[in-house]
């Protein structure tokens, strides 16, 4: 299987428990924001996605919370179950100069979901 | 009905080799992309190619060259590889440049020894 990095930050979790994986960003003038999944082995998967003119937004089971002042994203599940167990990216639109439009992704958080 | 498949899933070689990267997508986007994942997950967007001409090139070494015959397929070929290359590739899609709903290649883990 994929290895995982020691340094990712991990989340533990019991089945049917609710999940919040949050998620700090620097750049202020980002004005678009993606939750992104990554099962072992496999490539990201958009998951939800947020503007920010907004400050929140659901999903199904899942619900994304945009705090501008403080430049944080947050990521809760609702109902956490064992499919849920991922590697979760936040990313964030960049727009300065050459990198108009470009993804900027976050560290990624480690779901374990035990049964 | 694979939406963005890449080949080939794991690539071992030596140091100097030269060796490329497939990727096509069927999803009718006009837009693709490749990026690098390190052994600490991180996540880094190399390039971007808009209806077959590059759009983005973010500081990535001229010793990889993306190559797009058509807006289906965006190749990675990666010359002189060094052990600093060994990392996960990932190819994208999105149905247009400024789409930021991506989709992503089940990737391919580059090995250099």
């Known amino acids: 299987g994929e290895s995982v990095g020691l340094h990712l930050p991990t989340l533990s979790v019991q089945e049917g428990d609710n999940s919040i994986i949050n998620c700090a960003y620097s750049n202020s003038a980002s004005d678009y924001f993606i939750w992104y999944k990554q099962e072992s082995g496999k490539g990201p998967q958009f998951i939800i996605d947020i503007r920010s003119n907004m400050d929140k937004r659901q999903g199904q089971r899942v619900t994304v919370l945009l705090n501008k002042t403080v430049k944080h994203l947050s990521l809760q599940i609702a109902a956490t179950q064992p499919g849920d167990s991922a590697v979760y990216f936040c990313?964030?639109?960049?727009?300065?100069?050459?990198?108009?439009?470009?993804?900027?992704f976050g560290k990624g958080t480690k779901l374990s979901v035990k049964p | 009905d694979t939406a963005v498949s890449q080949t080939p899933k794991y690539l071992v070689t030596q140091m100097g080799n030269d060796k490329s990267i497939k990727c096509e997508q069927n999803l009718g986007h006009d837009t693709m992309y490749w990026y690098k994942q390190d052994s600490k997950k991180f996540l880094k967007i190399m390039f971007s190619y808009n209806n077959k001409e590059l759009i983005i090139n973010e500081t990535v070494p001229n010793r990889f060259s993306p190559k797009s015959p058509d807006k289906a397929h965006l190749n990675l070929h990666i010359n002189s590889l060094e052990l600093g290359d060994s990392a996960v590739y990932f190819c994208?899609?999105?149905?247009?440049?400024?789409?930021?709903?991506?989709?992503f290649g089940p990737g391919t883990r580059l090995t250099v020894t």
């Open positions: 990313a964030e639109i960049s727009n300065y100069g050459g990198s108009q439009g470009n993804l900027i």
């Open positions: 994208a899609s999105s149905r247009l440049s400024g789409d930021y709903e991506q989709y």
